[in-house]
């Protein structure tokens, strides 16, 4: 039963927009034990900064989720952003400090590092490539810097979007050598496809898979189907790969820990869910 003590995470979109975090999130408040629920809430863009300041003017709000097309402005209403937040330029967690400032942080890539390192991929170093530069592409991008790695190659077949992101990495993460405008994967440790290609039968690969080592680890973004034809060219090559649908299921216990709630692995996720 929902009353006014429940803790309330709301996920706020378009009212259009299919919310499939409840689906996960509440089965494992129910098998948890923990008083806690996550509520769809759709909102009009123009609607969207004054809403958000409203929701967390309720008692039993925990935190916020956000999802397009409102992670970009969140950005600007919010007291205080991470690193994270600002490289990627959007922001899709935000809560409530005890003095009541709102404060906010990007897990979207923090989904797709967990996973890699999870199976055992070390980043402290690493040499990486991400193709695509779009949200998800910076949020990646964003969180690969935070966990220590040492060079990152950037693509996009929008140049200026893929230098802006360069930028702001090397404004945020100076230490990082960042490179711009190839997709060729030779010579790194870590490949990620952040693109669309793959969501439709016979989309073009995003790079040369024949320039893929077998030490390469591969990652992919697209959820439509778990194997990819970029990610079974992968492994025809020898590469240990990532599915797209791991980075959604792996950024959840990142959520539970920002926003004080026990956390859990991404297979009991998985075992809980009701997709």
Do not use: W
Request: aromatic fraction near 6%; charge should be negative.
């Amino acid at each position: 039963m929902i009353t006014g003590n429940t803790d309330i995470i709301a996920h706020i979109g378009y009212p259009t927009h299919s919310f499939k975090s409840p689906m996960i999130y509440n089965p494992y408040f129910e098998q948890a034990g923990i008083h806690a629920v996550v509520v769809p809430m759709g909102c009009q863009a123009p609607d969207y900064p004054a809403f958000l300041k409203a929701v967390f003017t309720l008692t039993n709000i925990r935190g916020a989720l956000i999802t397009m097309p409102h992670k970009v402005t969140t950005v600007g209403l919010l007291d205080e952003v991470t690193a994270t937040v600002k490289v990627a330029g959007a922001c899709n967690a935000v809560k409530r400090t005890e003095d009541g400032r709102l404060v906010g942080d990007m897990f979207d890539g923090a989904g797709f590092v967990r996973g890699v390192q999870r199976k055992g991929l070390n980043l402290q170093g690493a040499r990486v490539l991400v193709v695509g530069s779009g949200g998800v592409g910076c949020a990646i991008a964003a969180s690969l810097a935070g966990a220590g790695i040492a060079a990152i190659s950037l693509f996009d077949v929008n140049t200026a979007s893929a230098e802006g992101l360069g930028r702001r990495l090397k404004q945020h993460h100076p230490h990082i050598d960042v490179t711009t405008g190839s997709n060729d994967p030779a010579g790194f440790d870590l490949v990620v496809n952040a693109t669309p290609m793959g969501m439709n039968e016979g989309d073009p690969l995003p790079m040369d898979v024949s320039r893929l080592s077998p030490d390469t680890f591969v990652g992919e973004v697209v959820m439509r189907s778990d194997i990819t034809a970029f990610l079974a060219a992968a492994q025809a090559r020898g590469c240990r790969v990532q599915v797209g649908s791991d980075m959604l299921f792996e950024q959840i216990p990142a959520y539970l820990e920002y926003f004080g709630f026990p956390t859990t692995t991404a297979d009991n996720l998985r075992a809980v869910a009701q997709l």
